[in-house]
């Protein structure tokens, strides 16, 4: 009987000895390649989003309000005075045409190229959490010629782009669902002069 025992015994060791310890399955991140908002779209931003998780969102907000709202104030002090406050357009006259807006992103391809959920018009404990960005578009073909330089000069109208941080929420990432990314979103529409031909 002991005999039997301590095989026993040994098998269990053995059997035991050789698992592997326990390491939770979370489910890898799954980035969608183009958002449903993305799809008819040639911008690397959505400014309307149908499926856009706003109670997951307001769950997650709810759940991290004080370390949420630390990251969301060093946000909005750090870029506070990124854009100058001009006062009066009327006399600018721009060598390459544009259009310029105030925006509200929803979603947007951050640095690394994937897209992202930005955390823009939702509330928590009655604090409504928006994020602004300026972006200024050109209305021409990029390389084009600038319409208002004379022909005797090499030019062409480029897209210039500034980097924009934003509050993200990420439903994948289990310990905390927020951070701040960076973004490349358009700032100007600039004029390129290159040699002159008499």
Same mark, same amino acid.
């Given at each position: 009987? *002991?005999?039997?025992?301590? %095989?026993?015994a040994?098998?269990?060791?053995?059997?035991?000895?050789?698992?592997?310890?326990?390491?939770?399955?979370?489910?890898?991140?799954?980035?969608?390649?183009?958002?449903?908002?993305?799809?008819?779209?040639?911008?690397?931003?959505?400014?309307?989003?149908?499926?856009?998780?706003?109670?997951?969102?307001?769950?997650?907000?709810?759940?991290?309000?004080?370390?949420?709202?630390?990251?969301y /104030?060093?946000?909005? @002090?750090?870029?506070?005075?990124?854009?100058?406050?001009? /006062?009066?357009?009327?006399e600018?006259t721009?060598?390459?045409?544009?259009?310029?807006?105030? @925006?509200?992103?929803?979603?947007? %391809?951050?640095?690394?190229?994937?897209?992202?959920?930005?955390?823009?018009?939702?509330?928590?404990?009655?604090?409504?959490?928006?994020?602004?960005?300026? %972006?200024?578009?050109?209305?021409?073909?990029?390389? *084009?010629?600038?319409?208002?330089?004379?022909?005797?000069y090499?030019?062409?109208?480029?897209?210039?782009?500034?980097?924009?941080?934003f509050? @993200?929420?990420?439903?994948?990432?289990?310990y905390?669902?927020?951070?701040?990314?960076?973004?490349?979103?358009?700032?100007?529409?600039?004029?390129v002069?290159?040699?002159?031909?008499?």
């Amino acid at each position: 009987m *002991s005999f039997k025992l301590l %095989i026993f015994a040994s098998l269990a060791v053995v059997t035991m000895a050789n698992k592997s310890p326990y390491k939770p399955g979370y489910p890898a991140a799954k980035y969608e390649d183009v958002p449903l908002c993305a799809k008819n779209s040639t911008k690397p931003w959505c400014l309307d989003d149908e499926v856009y998780p706003v109670y997951d969102i307001q769950k997650a907000l709810n759940q991290y309000y004080q370390e949420v709202l630390a990251l969301y /104030k060093d946000l909005k @002090v750090v870029t506070s005075n990124s854009v100058d406050e001009l /006062k009066d357009l009327s006399e600018e006259t721009y060598l390459c045409p544009s259009s310029t807006a105030y @925006v509200q992103p929803m979603r947007a %391809i951050n640095v690394d190229g994937k897209w992202r959920v930005i955390v823009n018009k939702v509330e928590s404990y009655n604090y409504l959490f928006t994020q602004t960005a300026r %972006i200024e578009e050109c209305d021409i073909d990029v390389g *084009s010629t600038c319409p208002l330089v004379p022909s005797c000069y090499e030019s062409k109208c480029v897209q210039k782009n500034v980097f924009h941080r934003f509050l @993200v929420f990420d439903p994948y990432d289990y310990y905390f669902p927020f951070a701040i990314e960076n973004f490349q979103l358009p700032a100007s529409c600039g004029c390129v002069i290159g040699a002159f031909f008499p």
